[in-house]
Nanobody, 113 residues
Framework: QVQLVESGGGLVQPGGSLRLSCTVSGTIFGIYMAWYRHAPGKQRELVARITTDRSTKYLDSVKGRFTISRDNVPGAVYLQMDSLKPVDTTVYCC????????WGKGTQVTVSS
């Protein structure tokens, strides 16, 4: 079973940056990957996704601020988050797209002064 481990979250001031990492227990060659975020009481949002040829797509509210990237072997996905805003505060998770594996624990991002 594929295991996902997210890291890199933390507390940052508005306007700051974080780089999230997601390690996958195996290669992600041939698999689209994505970052999601899930705030309490809200539906999970697809924040960014990256195809096998590294084409990317972003949630409108993060365009120009977040950048998704990947390494196929070993499997890893990254999310560079710049110009962070308080509304970006929540738990971020990575997973395959569109057919997700079991979810990891995610990493908490808190943007606050």
């Amino acid at each position: 079973q594929v295991q996902l481990v997210e890291s890199g979250g933390g507390l940052v001031q508005p306007g700051g940056s974080l780089r999230l990492s997601c390690t996958v227990s195996g290669t992600i060659f041939g698999i689209y990957m994505a970052w999601y975020r899930h705030a309490p009481g809200k539906q999970r949002e697809l924040v960014a996704r990256i195809t096998t040829d590294r084409s990317t797509k972003y949630l409108d509210s993060v365009k120009g601020r977040f950048t998704i990237s990947r390494d196929n072997v070993p499997g890893a996905v990254y999310l560079q988050m710049d110009s962070l805003k308080p509304v970006d505060t929540t738990v971020y998770c990575c997973n395959a797209y569109p057919n997700a594996w079991s979810w990891g624990k995610g990493t908490q991002v808190t943007v606050s002064s």
